[in-house]
């Protein structure tokens, strides 16, 4: 079966910090990755969406940058965090021939001091 | 641009009754609509889903209709359970777009016991 984990589950980082978010996904070959970001009143927002390995498309223009080095790797970055960075990310995959379910992880809290 | 609205932030039902959640969309491409439900600190997790071509589609206590002609959908909870109580995602996609997923702001229903 198919599991998707990312990491770490809550950050606390000063501003101006680096960030690295880690997602892997194990069970599947050649997933869509997606980074969302939940912010309050905003829903589920879409950030990064990668179909296959160093393809990355980004939705909102903001400080931060997705990779994605390995076929069920996506990593979510920044070289230098702000304020407004601080909400919870969550990764997910899909299947290529899925009709649009995703499968989400745990997600990771990050506050940004 | 909310693509898709979910007019309510929150919803209060007593166990046993019905929850109605409702959700509207604005974008005609849209043809495969899911809802998601998350608990907090946690990531969504699929629930039901339906496309364009169904009015309706039901799950046990999960039903979700679907009005074109009104580009509105709702997800019909009977009965009502205190482990219902969670924040309810909507959410859209369109074959033309690459099936990537657009979030509703979310509701959150608390189901008083």
């Known amino acids: 079966s198919q599991t998707i984990h990312q990491w770490p589950a809550t950050l606390v980082q000063p501003v101006g910090s680096p960030l690295s978010l880690e997602c892997t996904v194990e069970?599947?070959?050649?997933?869509?990755l997606y980074w969302y970001r939940q912010a309050a009143g905003r829903g589920l927002q879409l950030l990064f969406y990668?179909?296959?390995?160093?393809?990355i498309s980004s939705e909102v223009p903001q400080n931060l940058s997705a990779s994605r080095p390995q076929d069920r790797q996506f990593i979510l970055s920044s070289k230098k965090l702000l304020l407004s960075d601080s909400g919870f990310y969550l990764c997910?995959?899909?299947?290529?021939?899925?009709?649009?379910?995703?499968?989400f992880g745990e997600g990771s809290r990050l506050t940004v001091l | 641009d909310q693509q898709v609205k979910q007019n309510s932030p929150s919803l209060s039902v007593q166990e046993g009754r019905i929850s109605i959640l409702n959700c509207d969309y604005t974008?005609?491409?849209?043809?495969?609509f899911l809802w998601y439900k998350k608990y907090p600190a946690e990531g969504p997790t699929f629930l039901i889903s339906?496309?364009?071509?169904?009015d309706k589609n039901e799950d046990g206590r999960f039903t979700v209709f679907l009005n074109k002609s009104a580009k509105h959908l709702s997800l019909h909870i009977v009965p009502s359970q205190p482990g219902d109580s969670a924040v309810y995602f909507c959410?859209?996609?369109?074959?033309?777009?690459?099936?990537?997923?657009?979030f509703g702001e979310g509701t959150q229903l608390t189901v008083n016991p």
């Open positions: 997910a995959w899909k299947g290529q021939m899925n009709t649009g379910e995703l499968f």
């Open positions: 069970g599947t070959s050649n997933p869509n």
């Open positions: 990668s179909v296959g390995i160093g393809q």
């Open positions: 974008n005609s491409m849209f043809d495969y």
């Open positions: 339906i496309s364009s071509i169904k």
């Open positions: 959410a859209a996609s369109a074959r033309t777009s690459g099936s990537r997923l657009t």
